[in-house]
């Protein structure tokens, strides 16, 4: 009778299992060395809780691995590419629809249409994908999301909104210079801080008035969708897909990274209305990805994306999504651990500068702080901070606004004693960070240097 419950339940059961391993802090001290202090040179297998990324590490469904066998493998027009096309459509019914094999590819192939020198890109925050395609073709991008946006601990319930009066101000001087205006749902290098429809609304008004094409970074739209529902005065009795309908219609296209929602271990698309840009990059996607109608994916995983779609909207998945994620912020924030608030989508945030405060943001506190939950427990978190943005395009070095440490969840992989764990060993490293010291970068590659760079500790 009229009970509510506060135990969150992940609405799934268990199918089948993978194995952890257990490792010791010496196998770990060793294997973190090994690696040049690099937590993408780790082998995954020497990770125990595996947070460095959401892309592509979901576990598939019942259903999605059902679809994966009616995957047709015909060169050109299979019926699994026929259903994937659907199955985009439905959500968001863009003209043109064109498969890639994640969401960078959608970007170069963009980019390398619409970029150049002397154009500029803005966006609420671009991710380094995005950043390093629209920079490798000439051109500049620009983050223009609002100033709660730049600062972990301000509350707001729609942090990854763009400053539309930065917006306007741009294209009032510079229109002719913006060949696409961009808008990141969720802003994941922001926190993963939703958008709020009205600010989709306002972007598209800006954009029109300009007659500058907008696009979406959609890789996260049914969370950021969620969050509308929940925290939107009058959103809350539409379904999701309802709502992401409307956030398509504001647009004229999108990238997107089919890793994150929508449950792909592989796969994305480029789409967008207008004809003659979709014939420009047809063309391309032919030269580096594959025909159109399978562009860079194999169709079962056409299939498994088209199946995940529907997934990802329905409304007891998200719940348990959205919530889950907070539970994990919640506690950290509890126990006194400095994170990005509100909490986000898909990631708790956590604040290296506010707990590292004694490394200097070119001796890269998130990343002493990601290898030391490493050493720790096992943990593989990312960092998101000088190490990913610190280096300019003219070549100089400069602090990142913020030095974040982000543990991305992925999608429906760990439960809930998992996720206790983590709270453990944040808090443990989290208690001791005044002991934790500076890294050195002794290796550094020339574009996205976080995935490769090699680094040496420094004396504390
Ligand atoms: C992951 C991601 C991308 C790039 O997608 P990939 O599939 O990793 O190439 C672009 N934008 C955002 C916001 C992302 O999260």
Redesign the pocket.
Known sequence: MGHSFRTIIEPFRIHSVEPLRMTTAEDRSAAIEQSGFNLFNLHAEDVLIDLLTD??TGAMSRDQWAAIQHGDESYAGSPSWFRFEAAVKDLFPFEHIIPTH????A?KILFTVVGGADKIVPNNTH?D??RANVEASGAEARDLVISEGHDAATIHPFKGNMDLDALDALLAERASDVPVVFL?ITN??GGGQPVSLANIRGVSEICRRYGVPFFL?A??FAENAWFIHEREAGQGDRTIADIVREIASLADGM?M?A??DPFGNIG?WLAMNDDALAENCRNILILTEGFPTYGGLAGRDLEAIAQGLKEAVHPDYLRYRIRSTAYLGDALDAAGVPVVKPIGGHAVYLDAKALLGHVPALEYPGQSLAIALYKVGGIRSCEIGTVMFGRQPDGSEKPAAMELVRLAIPRRTYTQSHIDYVIEVVTAVANDAAALSGYRMVHEPAALRHFTARYEPLAS
Request: contains cysteine; charged residues 30%.
């Open positions: 892309s592509g994640q969401g960078r590819a970007e991710f994908t995005t990141t994941n290098s970074d890789c996260r990238t990274s890793k994150k994305g």
